[in-house]
């Protein structure tokens, strides 16, 4: 999938004089990115006043079943407070990335419950890659 229209500039609008630390961040995260068809989880959130709540579990479970269902491999970053709660979703580390100004970020992708990833594949009439199951 590509970059969104006009990326570098609505990054620079967004992110103003910190759009290279933004830039640092993409590049070390392409490292490690799938090149097969993924579901990039970008954010799990929990309010800190409800954590501990089964919360986070309850979304990561809901998440896992979507995916499951159309056997689709999940990829996401995270924080090392946070990484157990993906492994016991069945998410698998990989190697932690350590910004030079900032937190360290644990990557880690999870495999779907059928475990046969469909691969990427290209149609005459479509004209790009997709995933099977995401194709309207």
């Not at 590509?2 to 620079?12: E, K, S, V």
């Not at 103003?16 to 993409?26: E, I, N, T, V, W």
């Not at 590049?27 to 800190?48: I, T, W």
């Not at 475990?115 to 990427?120: A, K, S």
């Amino acid at each position: 999938m590509p970059p969104p229209a006009n990326y570098p500039t609505r990054l620079g609008d967004a992110a103003g004089p910190h759009s290279d630390r933004f830039d640092l961040l993409d590049q070390l995260l392409a490292k490690d990115r799938p090149s097969e068809a993924h579901y990039h989880l970008a954010f799990l959130a929990v309010s800190p006043s409800a954590r501990r709540s089964g919360h986070g579990t309850s979304l990561l479970s809901h998440h896992r079943s979507r995916l499951d269902h159309v056997n689709l491999l999940s990829w996401t970053s995270t924080t090392p407070d946070a990484q157990s709660l993906h492994v016991r979703h069945g998410y698998i580390p990989g190697p932690a990335i350590q910004l030079p100004v900032g937190p360290v970020i644990c990557s880690m992708r999870r495999s779907p419950l059928h475990g046969d990833i469909q691969p990427t594949r290209t149609t005459a009439t479509e004209g790009q890659t997709s995933h099977p199951s995401l194709r309207p």
